[in-house]
């Protein structure tokens, strides 16, 4: 079990490399081809259209046979896709190499995770939030990567060639040491799982309003510090600075917090700390408090997706791949839509009073906590 940990730590750290190396180099794409805003914006949104459209077919394959079959598979072509939006030549290629980039990362997201919950379940305690932790870690890795080619002047090609040729070496190493697992509801009912389907959709419910904030806070937080109060553009940059660390020390932690407090008293807490931390931020309107109120929004909601994801996965194990695809679909929408659903509040109320959306939202997780119990199996029929 502890080479099946390193092979999903492993694993999850690949994966935020070549997202953060991706987005390192994106100014690069841009120059090079010529590209306005609004192009760039379009061919970014084939990543997301890629992700979702990935998650919604990589469910049943992980059930039938196996997420290591999956996800094994997934991390060697991300190496591979990786290279591909840096042979675009104009904004159409740029965008289905971006699409099948995230067609790969949404089928190695969900399986990785599938693999991550059955390693959870056969440790027999909390581990999730270390995954999720570890993916971050991998963000700014690659992210420092990509910082580190860009500065020598190498080209996006050469950058990506390089980490991706490291991805597929390292995750072909973390197959040896993978978790096997069987798979084998391919004979099940095709609606399998239904009777835990309204609380694995609720589930994504909370996924939703939870990746809402981290979208929000992604796009929104340096430029509320910024515009809003009135700081510095070097300082408002440390606001989403604060909320990065403060999540990935938040998830370093978790496991420890989950083991001891449970995932429901866990959740509920990080739900409230997110809450009044951002609240209190908005509230007191100085450029310290944002950047402290997101650093504390980061820690509340640093724990929540890895305990939703455990829970998901915990629901029903031979259907742990539907149900966190589900859950993980529902969720990126919330992650996309955050953003948008930002700043079209903020166009009608201002950003400060926008940003109070992802504050209820937080309190909604809070409170809808309980859902994360465990299910209950129901009686044997007799």
Not at 49 to 55: D, E, F, K, R, T
Not at 107 to 134: C, Q, T
Not at 148 to 162: E, G, H
Request: hydrophobic share 55%; aromatic share 8%.
């Amino acid at each position: 079990m502890r080479r099946a940990r390193v092979a999903v730590y492993l694993l999850f750290l690949l994966a935020g490399m070549a997202i953060g190396t991706w987005t390192a180099r994106i100014p690069a794409i841009k120059h090079s081809l010529g590209l306005s805003d609004g192009g760039l914006s379009l061919a970014l949104l084939a990543i997301a259209l890629g992700a979702i459209a990935g998650m919604q077919v990589v469910g049943r394959l992980v059930d039938r046979y196996g997420s290591h079959r999956v996800m094994l598979p997934a991390a060697l072509l991300q190496g591979v896709v990786l290279v591909a939006p840096a042979c675009a030549v104009n904004l159409g290629t740029l965008a289905v190499a971006l699409f099948c980039f995230g067609l790969v990362h949404g089928v190695l997201d969900v399986s990785m995770n599938a693999n991550a919950v059955e390693v959870e379940i056969a440790s027999g305690r909390p581990i999730m939030s270390s995954f999720h932790a570890v993916f971050s870690l991998g963000g700014f890795a690659g992210a420092g990567l990509g910082g580190v080619f860009a500065s020598a002047d190498f080209s996006p090609f050469i950058t990506f060639l390089s980490v991706g040729g490291v991805i597929v070496a390292l995750a072909a190493w973390a197959g040896r040491w993978a978790y096997r697992s069987s798979g084998g509801s391919a004979s099940a009912p095709a609606d399998g799982g239904s009777r835990l389907r309204l609380g694995v959709l609720f589930l994504g419910v909370l996924a939703f309003c939870s990746l809402v904030g981290e979208g929000a806070a992604a796009d929104w937080s340096s430029v509320y510090v910024r515009d809003s109060l009135g700081a510095s553009p070097g300082f408002a940059a440390v606001a989403y600075a604060a909320f990065s660390i403060m999540m990935t020390a938040g998830r370093l932690a978790g496991d420890r917090l989950a083991a001891r407090f449970g995932p429901v008293l866990l959740v509920r807490g990080c739900g409230l700390l997110a809450a009044a931390g951002l609240g209190l931020g908005l509230l007191v309107g100085q450029p310290w408090a944002g950047v402290v109120g997101f650093g504390c929004f980061g820690a509340g909601l640093s724990c929540i997706i890895p305990q939703i994801f455990s829970a998901a996965g915990h629901r029903d194990p031979a259907y742990a791949g539907r149900a966190l695809a589900r859950v993980a679909g529902i969720g990126y929408l919330g992650f996309l839509s955050g953003p948008v659903l930002i700043g079209a509040a903020a166009e009608l109320t201002g950003l400060p009073r926008a940003l109070a959306i992802p504050v209820l939202l937080a309190t909604f997780v809070a409170l809808a906590a309980p859902a994360l119990r465990p299910a209950r199996s129901p009686a044997p029929t007799p």
